[in-house]
């Protein structure tokens, strides 16, 4: 490796740790702040609290790493124009890719890292910290009532049956736009119901405009749809296990969310599918944030003619990028979700428009 090379990587991950430890305490400080009279009224002690955040922390970097890194590029970059260094080593014939090296080097490894994280330990850490939070920071009666309503509850429950549902009301123990698909021991559909509303009576549930249609054998189709204004169902479910089998699945792997999506390929339920396919696709896509970000933030800080104020002009074009990247991935994420775009186009717009615009600065201006 070059002295530059050197001299550009290590002030890079100085600055990215620096703005990454920044980034950590401030969340640690903003949350432990807006929620220290329940640490207090709840009696927590403050060794749960520490553990709380260290198995929470994992997810926040997770989600500020990418800008971190952007920051800390842009921060080297800007130190090296403010004392005319940039002007120096273009001088020596270093082009834009030469000097960018040591930063795409290390955005490759941030993005391996962002991949390890969601592949192996987010799904455990979310988990553990979510329970952490549950069984200290409520107390039991706090648990029972005010919870919010589950909106797009989907899981697979017992007796083989997939589990849709527009939105479920924990503290009146109360479902609608229900769907239920059956399955038998071939994962082939032996039943669908559909119900406007279900309504646990304490013992059972009870399901009003209720549908029931059986499947003798998937080639010869369905056999005659039963219709009730009320019945009783055989579902064994309650209301508590309804709220514990929400899934997020913002924090699962890939491979988690790839057996999740199995699941539901044989319920008919398309649209499901299709925005479970738009998040699976994101996954895939996110670890190349840093690296397309840093495109074009660099050549940016490259081209300015102010010498001074470099620091806060760096700062300032970083959170600029990071915002319209992930104002334009959310546009292509909602896309995607509404039927407009194929799953694997809405997942990776956001790259694809900024590493287009990227190219186009770097072969233009540069």
């Not at 955040?53 to 403010?82: E, K, S």
């Not at 955005?107 to 799904?123: R, S």
């Not at 940016?300 to 102010?306: A, E, F, T």
């Not at 775009?341 to 900024?354: C, D, T």
């Amino acid at each position: 490796m070059r002295i530059i090379d050197r001299y550009l990587t290590k002030s890079i991950i100085f600055n990215f740790l620096g703005t990454l430890l920044v980034f950590s305490l401030l969340f640690v400080l903003i949350d432990s702040a807006s929620n220290l009279d329940e640490y207090i009224d709840r009696k927590v002690s403050p060794d749960i609290i520490v553990e709380y955040y260290m198995w929470f922390l994992p997810v926040v970097i997770q989600q500020t790493i990418a800008i971190a890194y952007l920051i800390g590029c842009l921060l080297t970059y800007a130190n090296l124009n403010t004392h005319n260094e940039l002007i120096a080593l273009r001088a020596g014939g270093l082009n834009f890719w030469k000097l960018a090296r040591p930063a795409l080097v290390f955005g490759l490894v941030i993005a391996a890292f962002m991949f390890y994280l969601n592949e192996i330990y987010i799904p455990q850490a979310e988990s553990r910290a979510r329970m952490i939070k549950q069984e200290n920071f409520s107390l039991e009666v706090d648990r029972k009532k005010n919870k919010s309503i589950i909106n797009n509850l989907t899981f697979y429950g017992m007796h083989n049956r997939l589990y849709f549902i527009d939105s479920f009301d924990p503290n009146k123990a109360v479902l609608r736009g229900i769907t239920i698909v059956g399955f038998d021991a071939n994962q082939d559909v032996r039943e669908k119901i559909v119900a406007l509303e279900g309504v646990w009576t304490g013992i059972a549930w009870k399901f009003k405009q209720c549908n029931i249609t059986p499947f003798q054998n998937i080639e010869e189709g369905p056999t005659k749809i039963k219709v009730y204004d009320e019945k009783l169902m055989d579902i064994k479910e309650t209301p508590e296990d309804f709220a514990r089998q929400r899934q997020n699945v913002k924090y699962m792997n890939l491979k988690q969310l790839n057996d999740y999506i199995q699941k539901f390929s044989k319920s008919g339920t398309l649209r499901a599918v299709e925005n479970l396919y738009v998040d699976l696709h994101a996954k895939i896509a996110y670890p190349f944030t840093p690296i397309i970000i840093l495109l074009v933030g660099l050549p940016i800080v490259m081209m300015s003619g102010h010498r001074r104020a470099q620091t806060f002009a760096a700062l300032g074009i970083a959170i600029m990028i990071g915002f319209l990247f992930y104002v334009v991935n959310a546009v292509g994420l909602a896309l995607g979700k509404g039927g407009v775009l194929p799953p694997y186009v809405a997942a990776w717009v956001a790259q694809a428009f900024f590493g287009l615009a990227a190219l186009y600065i770097i072969r233009t201006k540069l």
